[in-house]
């Protein structure tokens, strides 16, 4: 599972932008190196793959940005005993990073063919270590839960209480919180051996609107 050929000059200079940034440890950077980002987009945005740019993947929705996808792996402290849950499968460019680094990974993503594109890709690329379902992530995966850690894609005016509910003792989640088109701050909760929820503010980050009964109201989103 690697990339090949011509591609990996553009992933090494993205890597060294990545460096540069100063955003993730080598474990996570190395993950990413892995995965060929350019085949989680259309032909039509391909040759920007390697750039530190989010782009659009269908349905109004973006891949995030590579430097973003690694300050949120980052921040996740994974390890390969982790059982993950991801909120917003989008392109599985994160879920795959996830995949290198967990044990098994569970992912909600709202949009059939986001999912299936997605879960199909990722079979191709020989990850087997995952899950995805079609649901509103909002209210979590309940019959999976708890998870280690949790992540989710996608910015809703709070941290849904599913998801803190969800969240197995010693876990940590990773949310931006802001409302659409506002200013959104990534927020990272660690819940401690007795239930309590301690919450960091890592910065400020652009998501695409965390559409859900516990997020953004349906109409209201792009
Ligand atoms: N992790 C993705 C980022 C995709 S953008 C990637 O690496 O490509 C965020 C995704 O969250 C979009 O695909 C959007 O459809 C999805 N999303 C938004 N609200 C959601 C919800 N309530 N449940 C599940 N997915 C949601």
Redesign the pocket.
């Known amino acids: 599972m690697t990339a090949f050929g011509q591609k990996d000059f553009r992933i090494q200079r993205m890597m060294d932008v990545l460096r540069q940034k100063n955003v993730a440890s080598d474990t996570v950077l190395r993950a990413m190196e892995l995965v060929p980002r350019h085949q989680?987009l259309s032909r039509a945005f391909s040759s920007d793959a390697y750039d530190d740019s989010a782009l659009p993947?269908g349905?109004n929705?973006?891949?995030?940005q590579p430097s973003v996808?690694a300050q949120m792996t980052e921040a996740l402290n994974l390890n390969k005993g982790h059982k993950v849950l991801?909120?917003?499968?989008?392109?599985?460019?994160?879920?795959a990073v996830l995949c290198q680094l967990a044990r098994r990974v569970f992912s909600?993503?709202?949009?059939r063919s986001?999912s299936e594109r997605a879960t199909t890709l990722l079979h191709d690329l020989g990850y087997h270590n995952f899950i995805t379902v079609v649901?509103?992530?909002?209210l979590g995966w309940h019959q999976q839960a708890p998870f280690d850690r949790i992540i989710v894609?996608?910015a809703g005016p709070k941290i849904p209480p599913a998801l803190l509910d969800q969240l197995a003792p010693e876990g940590i989640l990773v949310i931006p919180v802001g409302a659409p088109g506002k200013s959104q701050q990534l927020i990272r909760c660690t819940k401690s051996l007795d239930g309590h929820i301690q919450q960091e503010i890592l910065g400020p980050v652009v998501?695409?609107?965390?559409?859900?009964e516990q997020?953004v109201e349906e109409r209201r989103s792009a």
């Open positions: 989680f993947i349905e929705q973006t891949i995030s996808v991801e909120i917003g499968t989008g392109s599985g460019y994160q879920l909600v993503e709202r949009h986001l649901g509103d992530g909002t894609t996608a998501f695409v609107p965390l559409v859900g997020g």
